[in-house]
């Protein structure tokens, strides 16, 4: 990573966002008794003097452990290890999608390959009542720059949009869905750049939960 110092200005708009399936025609039955809630973080960031240092927005969101994260993604999707590799118990890679375990146990870190995920991704998991639950990350994937952050043992491994976080229970055991933003400085020319996220949360029973997660990630659970 380069060095140096680096003025930056950061602005961060959060408004509510409306329900993604509003427009379809079985909305009606897809959501009946259904709990919605959404929200837009618009968010940009520009510097003052394009160099050689580059700088990009990083957001997560924290989820309690016991669920399953799904990114939709291609075959041939590539992941790096940022500490203990994860293994088959914890992720499993299906033809359309990755799925991940997120227990609070067992420390793991995964970044997935922009090119190779489409910019939305989900967690399911049910509450104390029984009742589902699935909140949904909506991003810009733009593989076409570098999401130039990377693993702290492997300089110049870069390119990863999303990644993963498995707590180990050192600091109360969690999960986090983190996605990056589009990047500015050094070799993309650019000196700034605007991103939109959104979060898209449901909350119902579980054959309703999971058909809106057919819907909106195109994996059935």
């Known amino acids: 990573m380069a060095e140096g110092q680096k003025k930056l200005h950061l602005q961060r708009l959060i408004r509510p966002a409306a329900d993604p399936l509003r427009k379809h025609d079985c909305y009606d039955d897809l959501v009946k008794d259904i709990l919605f809630a959404g929200y837009e973080q618009v968010v940009t960031l520009s510097e003052a003097e394009l160099d050689g240092i580059v700088t990009e927005v990083w957001s997560l969101i924290q989820v309690n452990p016991g669920g399953v994260l799904l990114i939709p993604a291609t075959p041939r999707v590539e992941y790096s290890d940022y500490y203990e590799p994860i293994d088959e118990t914890l992720q499993t890679i299906y033809p359309n999608h990755v ?5 609070g146990d067992r420390r793991y870190k995964v970044g997935f390959k922009a090119a190779q995920v489409f910019g939305r991704l989900g967690y399911y998991h049910h509450l104390e009542d029984g009742r589902a639950y699935l909140a949904v990350r909506n991003f810009f994937n733009n593989p076409s720059v570098p999401y130039a952050e990377e693993p702290a043992h492997a300089p110049g491994r870069q390119g990863h949009s999303i990644h993963v976080y498995n707590d180990d229970g050192g600091f109360g055991g969690f999960g986090e869905l983190e996605v990056n933003g589009q990047t500015i ?18 909350v119902g029973s579980t054959e309703q939960v999971k058909e809106i997660a057919v819907h909106l990630l195109g994996i059935e659970i």
């Open 185 to 202: 400085g050094g070799e993309t020319g650019n000196s700034t750049v605007t991103d939109q996220l959104l979060l898209w949360l449901y």
């Open 99 to 103: 799925r991940l375990k997120v227990t």
